[in-house]
């Protein structure tokens, strides 16, 4: 019937656009995570629309049979109050389920809180249209001819549905013990997936970082070092531009020396070619030049990886200890012992070697004589070498410092530090006579935290498990026997963060069930019912497990999320149709057997399927393109809902309305 279609379809822009306006004005943009949220919630925004048609529908059908219909207003009413109740917990549920995402504060989290509010936004927006609007264009569009009869294939469908039913209800412990054995069947598997909580992006642009192992090399030297890298480089058919940035801005936060660069590589978006074998050739290409250390990741995998460690691969094992020797000792004899491990790439320890220093040592006595204190000294030498600022002039509307500094011919040339001349109250004396200067040793940099000293070895994984690679990398080192006395051991990065997220995003989610078992309990009048409902946690797992396997993706962030969300999904699926079986039972005097059993499944049907549907067409997209850029998350989630999709909605269609026979009318029942 074209009008209620209208009817049902219209909720999905009143809904979308809603969400929409809220995002944007609370600063949010449509961007890839934003419009996944919106596209997994289509199944969702339909189907409280279709609820409501359906009962309108259902209702004005029925009012005509009667000996003294009432108006047609007063049965859309009527037929809209019966669903309101169930649609609005049910909406709830929903909610419910992706709380965890958008409490999560790690930087994981961070990326799939837009997606869950935009899907709740939605959601919730589904709820107020099928709350006023449906029943208002019902009531202008809908009369009692337009109760048509089903299409052929509904049909089909509800007789192969009612023999299931009927078959399920004899045999309930077969098909119970199948679900409970293909349940801990896919929870095994999902001990044994392997994956990257947060997967490497495909952005078509790539970091490398160089360093020599020489702190003191030049600029010159870097910089020609560069250009035959880049040559190198850009002789690949998929390079498109190679840029290098050689030490680090005057004001920067980095303490980059001239001996780090960084080249940024774009990639040539007109030539097909996988971004795993591109990194793997660029890491051969800077691996020829000896005397380097080198890694090649992604622009925002750097980002993302510096925020984490402060390190811009994705591992970052700290060794802290007093003694800087024995940390070097020891770091150079684990990266012996990891470098022959499956899947690290880019494995290095970036070794402070020895650069020469001037010692400058006040001497006491010398300082006495002249009227001056050591600090005296020092601030005059750092003065005039390392610069002060002393006050502000304007080019136009900019500010500029202005600083004191010694000449750079000066500064070039050590022998003069000793006539640098120290302004003392008995007048001027040279540097030479109040202090030492002995040439020596020092390190070009010293990395503290938390007040420690410690020095880093980083790695990159490929082709491997993340936290597989973290976990035997420790093994070795634990096994090895390296570690002397007074080194603490700790390893950080990505695999660490992905603990703390599950960490967290499992506290949230048992916070989120135990919310839903709180609705659910407000919510239906048979207690029954709600064990019910959490029975589709099984029914959406196994599915969703199963497609996750199957596509070879492993358990990323985004397959977190899809079976999340087909579980949401599921339950509110179970919701209107156990709300339903209570409906028929309690307000319209039906008994409680297997016809009203099969009535109940079978008005459910197509509202179910059409949730399905559309869900798994605006899903499939994302799922085809899973290895396209931008669908680094909504590809492996969209795989999840639409394997757990399969597998509630044939389960809910089929062996709950069986179980609900067996186990759902219990408890209070008014």
Not at 48 to 57: T, Y
Not at 196 to 224: A, C, K, N, Y
Not at 294 to 307: A, N, P, Q, W, Y
Not at 502 to 507: G, M, N, S
Request: aromatic letters at 8%; proline letters at 5%; zero cysteines.
């Amino acid at each position: 019937d074209m009008r209620s279609a209208i009817i049902s379809f219209i909720s999905i822009p009143l809904s979308v656009l809603a969400a929409i306006g809220v995002l944007g004005y609370f600063g949010y943009t449509l961007n890839t995570m934003t419009l996944s949220g919106l596209i997994v919630a289509l199944g969702v925004l339909v189907d409280d629309a279709v609820v409501s048609v359906e009962n309108i529908l259902r209702r004005l059908r029925d009012n005509a049979q009667l000996r003294e219909p009432l108006s047609r207003i007063d049965v859309i009413r009527n037929a809209s109050f019966e669903v309101h109740g169930p649609i609005f917990y049910a909406t709830l549920v929903v909610l419910a389920v992706f709380v965890p995402e958008l409490l999560s504060s790690s930087v994981q989290g961070r990326f799939v809180g837009p997606l869950a509010l935009a899907f709740m936004l939605s959601v919730a927006a589904s709820l107020v249209v099928a709350l006023t609007t449906t029943p208002a264009l019902s009531a202008l569009l809908l009369y009692p001819e337009d109760a048509h009869v089903d299409a052929g294939w509904i049909v089909l469908l509800k007789r192969v549905q009612a023999r299931l039913i009927e078959f399920f209800y004899d045999h309930t412990y077969i098909p119970i013990a199948l679900v409970a054995a293909a349940f801990a069947a896919s929870l095994w598997l999902l001990s044994t997936l392997g994956g990257t909580f947060l997967p490497e992006f495909r952005e078509g642009h790539l970091v490398v970082q160089v360093t020599s192992t020489l702190p003191g090399t030049s600029i010159d030297e870097m910089l020609s070092l560069g250009k035959r890298m880049s040559a190198d480089m850009m002789a690949l058919p998929y390079v498109a531009t190679v840029e290098q940035q050689v030490g680090r801005a005057e004001d920067s936060d980095d303490t980059f020396g001239p001996h780090q660069s960084e080249f940024q590589v774009e990639l040539r978006p007109d030539v097909p070619v996988d971004q795993a074998k591109a990194e793997a050739q660029i890491r051969q290409i800077v691996g020829r030049y000896p005397g380097i250390q080198s890694e090649v990741v992604t622009f925002l995998g750097d980002r993302i990886s510096e925020t984490l460690t402060g390190q811009t691969a994705q591992v970052a094992i700290k060794l802290f200890g007093d003694d800087l020797d024995t940390l070097d000792a020891t770091a150079s004899k684990a990266v012996t012992v990891l470098a022959p491990e499956v899947g690290v790439v880019d494995l290095q320890f970036k070794r402070q070697s020895r650069m020469p220093v001037l010692d400058v040592t006040p001497d006491p006595n010398a300082l006495a004589a002249t009227g001056l204190k050591a600090q005296d000294v020092l601030d005059t030498v750092a003065s005039d070498y390392a610069g002060t600022q002393v006050g502000e002039a304007y080019a136009g509307t900019a500010t500029v410092n202005v600083l004191i500094q010694l000449s750079d011919s000066w500064r070039r040339q050590p022998n003069q530090l000793r006539d640098l001349t120290i302004g003392g109250a008995f007048g001027p004396v040279p540097l030479s006579s109040v202090a030492k200067i002995t040439p020596g040793e020092g390190r070009y940099s010293i990395l503290h935290e938390n007040g420690l000293r410690f020095v880093p070895i980083t790695f990159n994984v490929s082709n491997r498990s993340l936290q597989g690679a973290v976990s035997e990398a420790a093994d070795r080192i634990a096994n090895a026997g390296i570690v002397p006395p007074g080194v603490h051991v700790e390893f950080s990065g990505a695999a660490a963060a992905e603990r703390h997220t599950r960490i967290e995003l499992f506290f949230y989610s048992a916070l989120a069930l135990a919310l839903v078992f709180v609705i659910l309990l407000v919510g239906l009048r048979w207690r029954g019912d709600v064990w019910l409902v959490m029975a589709n946690l099984p029914f959406s797992l196994i599915g969703g497990i199963l497609a996750i396997y199957y596509a070879g993706i492993g358990l990323s962030l985004g397959a977190l999320v899809g079976l999340v969300t087909v579980f949401g999904i599921s339950a509110r699926n179970a919701i209107l149709l156990l709300s339903y079986y209570e409906q028929l039972v309690s307000q319209e005097g039906r008994p409680w057997d297997g016809a009203t059993l099969i009535l109940g499944a079978n008005e459910r049907l197509a509202p179910v399927l059409m949730t399905a549907i559309l869900t798994a067409m605006g899903l499939a997209p994302l799922a085809i393109a899973i290895n396209q850029p931008g669908q680094e998350i909504s590809g492996p989630m969209a795989i999840a809902v639409l394997g757990g999709l399969a597998s509630s909605t044939i389960l809910n269609l089929f062996l709950l309305p069986a179980l609900a026979a067996r186990f759902g009318r219990t408890g209070p029942q008014n």
